[in-house]
């Protein structure tokens, strides 16, 4: 549901227009339309590593495509108000629904159920580099921020203090938290968990770090850029002084922001250089390895792309050099009357299996596959000249 604005924001608002009215073309950031046909309330946006904007249209219950030209789509449906997404560093959004669910979907646009049971309505969701989930429920008047693991398991508060309405949130390079907090003052929540006022930044509902440290919030109506240490100015004036969702395009230095039913962008004013971190594993051992979710069972040079998996949001790559010691072997075999094999004499057809444990000290497996040839009243023999398996009456006569 749409977010009540409380008349101590509509008085700020107010205020904001008589203050920043003659900001706007002298200092504030240009913009252009992304796409203006959405035709309902953007309740939070997200960037894919391919320039792809996606959008949740809070009182349709549908999530939305945009390409960086503007052309627009269906990305998914969902089964309540969605008020908040996020694309974790491998790609799959999140998004964070009005009734306390959040689904996991993939791009392909397949749906899977995530986290449900929270208490509260979520109206804000990140991820941090290691792929551990914080949604922010929004319990008036003391909202909490509730982590869970990339699973979704394994879920505990945060943070928590009063005055608090999580909304927009974003983690810089140190694993400090910033979040606006809607009709209070925004919040700043250290890697050691202490939380703090940060700036002058008040009644907002968005927040991004752009990977050099700079916070772009939505505050009283305009949208500012902010180092670490709290210092802001104007940076947009988006239309009516309306801003609910912020998202960046770290790799292509692009902000794209909602103002009720459209999606605007403007260039970041520093270059945003994204540079590529790669990083190899080299891993020996006996049966199988997991790496990554994937499971191999043979050895091999594996890699894997994250998509603003590292701590700049930019892309990752992974190299998996593999050693599997494990010995399988498969031997197919026809004998005569009987054939003995690892110290065992067969004298029918059939499949056997042999245990053992390697040179590596791996457990291994070898699979004969036996068929026996034994006629009455024949005797069989192989010509080794012509590799022919000749049979010959041995009836006394």
Same mark, same amino acid.
């Given at each position: 549901?749409?977010?009540?604005?409380?008349?101590?924001?509509?008085?700020?608002?107010?205020?904001?227009? $008589? %203050?920043?009215?003659? $900001?706007?073309?002298?200092?504030?950031?240009?913009?252009?339309?992304?796409?203006?046909? %959405?035709?309902?309330?953007?309740?939070?946006?997200?960037?894919?590593?391919?320039?792809?904007?996606?959008?949740?249209?809070?009182?349709?219950?549908?999530?939305?495509? %945009?390409?960086?030209?503007?052309?627009?789509?269906?990305?998914?449906?969902?089964? !309540?108000?969605?008020?908040?997404?996020?694309?974790?560093?491998?790609?799959?959004?999140?998004?964070?629904?009005?009734?306390?669910?959040?689904?996991?979907?993939?791009?392909?646009? !397949?749906?899977?159920?995530?986290?449900?049971?929270?208490?509260?309505?979520?109206?804000?969701?990140?991820?941090?580099?290691?792929?551990?989930?914080? $949604?922010?429920?929004?319990?008036?008047?003391?909202?909490?921020?509730?982590? +869970?693991?990339?699973?979704? +398991?394994?879920?505990?508060?945060?943070?928590?203090?009063?005055?608090?309405?999580?909304?927009?949130?974003?983690?810089?390079?140190?694993?400090?938290?910033?979040?606006?907090?809607?009709?209070?003052?925004?919040?700043?929540?250290?890697?050691?968990?202490?939380?703090?006022?940060?700036?002058?930044?008040?009644?907002?509902?968005?927040?991004?770090?752009?990977?050099? !440290?700079?916070?772009?919030?939505?505050?009283?109506?305009?949208?500012?850029?902010?180092?670490?240490?709290?210092?802001?100015?104007?940076?947009? *004036?988006?239309?009516?002084?309306?801003?609910?969702?912020?998202? $960046?395009?770290?790799?292509?230095?692009?902000?794209?922001?909602?103002?009720?039913?459209?999606?605007?962008?403007?260039?970041?004013?520093?270059?945003?250089?994204?540079?590529?971190?790669?990083?190899?594993?080299?891993?020996?051992?006996? !049966?199988?390895?997991?790496?990554?979710?994937?499971?191999?069972?043979?050895?091999?040079?594996?890699?894997?792309?994250?998509?603003?998996?590292?701590?700049?949001?930019?892309?990752? *790559?992974?190299?998996?050099?593999?050693?599997?010691?494990?010995?399988?072997?498969?031997?197919?075999?026809?004998?005569?009357?009987?054939?003995?094999?690892?110290?065992?004499?067969?004298?029918?057809?059939?499949?056997?299996?042999?245990?053992?444990?390697?040179?590596?000290?791996?457990?291994? +497996?070898?699979?004969?596959?036996?068929?026996?040839?034994?006629?009455?009243?024949?005797?069989?023999?192989?010509?080794?000249?012509?590799?022919?398996?000749? +049979?010959?009456?041995?009836?006394?006569?």
């Amino acid at each position: 549901m749409k977010k009540t604005i409380s008349t101590h924001f509509i008085k700020a608002m107010f205020i904001s227009l $008589i %203050v920043f009215a003659g $900001i706007k073309q002298a200092n504030a950031q240009s913009y252009t339309v992304l796409t203006s046909n %959405v035709g309902a309330y953007i309740s939070g946006l997200a960037v894919d590593s391919s320039g792809n904007v996606y959008a949740a249209i809070e009182s349709q219950n549908v999530i939305i495509k %945009v390409t960086p030209t503007g052309v627009q789509s269906t990305f998914a449906t969902t089964e !309540n108000h969605p008020e908040a997404i996020v694309i974790d560093n491998t790609g799959n959004l999140f998004v964070a629904l009005f009734n306390g669910k959040v689904f996991k979907i993939d791009k392909n646009g !397949n749906k899977t159920l995530f986290l449900s049971g929270l208490n509260g309505s979520p109206f804000g969701i990140t991820v941090d580099g290691t792929g551990n989930f914080y $949604i922010g429920l929004t319990n008036y008047p003391n909202g909490t921020i509730y982590k +869970v693991n990339s699973s979704g +398991v394994n879920g505990s508060v945060y943070a928590t203090t009063s005055n608090f309405q999580p909304t927009g949130m974003s983690f810089d390079n140190n694993g400090n938290l910033y979040v606006s907090n809607y009709n209070w003052d925004f919040k700043v929540i250290s890697s050691s968990g202490n939380i703090s006022s940060f700036g002058n930044l008040s009644n907002g509902s968005a927040a991004t770090y752009d990977g050099l !440290n700079n916070i772009y919030a939505s505050s009283q109506g305009v949208i500012k850029k902010s180092n670490l240490n709290g210092i802001n100015s104007v940076f947009i *004036t988006p239309p009516n002084n309306d801003c609910f969702a912020i998202a $960046i395009d770290r790799i292509r230095g692009i902000l794209y922001f909602s103002s009720y039913a459209g999606i605007y962008k403007a260039t970041i004013p520093t270059a945003l250089i994204c540079p590529t971190t790669t990083s190899t594993s080299n891993i020996t051992t006996c !049966n199988n390895y997991t790496w990554n979710g994937t499971t191999y069972t043979s050895s091999g040079t594996y890699t894997k792309t994250f998509a603003g998996g590292n701590s700049k949001g930019c892309d990752s *790559t992974a190299t998996l050099n593999l050693t599997i010691n494990s010995t399988n072997n498969t031997t197919v075999q026809t004998a005569v009357n009987n054939y003995t094999w690892n110290g065992i004499t067969y004298t029918s057809s059939g499949t056997y299996t042999y245990s053992y444990n390697n040179s590596n000290g791996c457990a291994s +497996v070898d699979t004969l596959k036996l068929t026996i040839f034994s006629p009455p009243g024949n005797a069989l023999h192989f010509d080794g000249a012509n590799d022919v398996l000749n +049979v010959s009456n041995s009836t006394n006569k």
